[in-house]
């Protein structure tokens, strides 16, 4: 059994996510190696259009639809915990990140889901290749 579970926020978030992805999350937090939160699943368009101003998303949520949007929610954003460790801040820590994207990675393969990483869009395993690095998030291909 782990040693971590989803806070109430968390789950409010990963209740909007499609069930593949509630699924892997849960399994990847169950192997408790790493604790993590739930940050985003549903999004809303004036949220999507904040994340595409901020250069966050290259989708703007209007002449295309950010996975984000559709209900259920066909991404998920998650983000290590503690937020700092050794006096590094977590948006600043892509090890972090990595170590997350192996877990969510092979609990998707697990539950037998193919996920998308925001680190490696063309999932190469060289995310030195993307444009974009939106290390929290994972899709549904």
């Given at each position: 059994m782990s040693r971590f579970s989803f806070g109430?926020?968390?789950?409010?978030?990963?209740?909007t996510c499609d069930e593949r992805l509630q699924r892997v999350a849960r399994r990847a937090l169950a192997y408790g190696v790493m604790d993590f939160a739930i940050?985003?699943?549903?999004?809303?368009?004036?949220?999507q259009q904040e994340e595409y101003r901020a250069g966050r998303s290259q989708i703007d949520g209007i002449k295309?639809?950010?996975?984000?949007?559709r209900l259920p929610s066909e991404a998920i954003d998650v983000l290590p915990?503690?937020?700092v460790v050794n006096g590094v801040n977590v948006w600043n820590d892509q090890q972090r990140f990595a170590v997350l994207a192996?877990?969510?990675?092979?609990?998707?393969?697990?539950?037998?889901?193919?996920?998308?990483?925001?680190?490696d869009w063309d999932g190469d395993?060289?995310?030195?290749?993307?444009?974009?690095?939106?290390?929290?998030h994972f899709e549904l291909v």
């Amino acid at each position: 059994m782990s040693r971590f579970s989803f806070g109430e926020a968390s789950a409010r978030k990963l209740a909007t996510c499609d069930e593949r992805l509630q699924r892997v999350a849960r399994r990847a937090l169950a192997y408790g190696v790493m604790d993590f939160a739930i940050t985003e699943g549903l999004r809303t368009l004036e949220k999507q259009q904040e994340e595409y101003r901020a250069g966050r998303s290259q989708i703007d949520g209007i002449k295309t639809l950010s996975k984000h949007q559709r209900l259920p929610s066909e991404a998920i954003d998650v983000l290590p915990h503690p937020a700092v460790v050794n006096g590094v801040n977590v948006w600043n820590d892509q090890q972090r990140f990595a170590v997350l994207a192996g877990l969510m990675m092979a609990a998707a393969a697990d539950e037998g889901v193919t996920l998308r990483w925001g680190g490696d869009w063309d999932g190469d395993g060289n995310n030195a290749d993307s444009t974009l690095h939106d290390m929290p998030h994972f899709e549904l291909v």
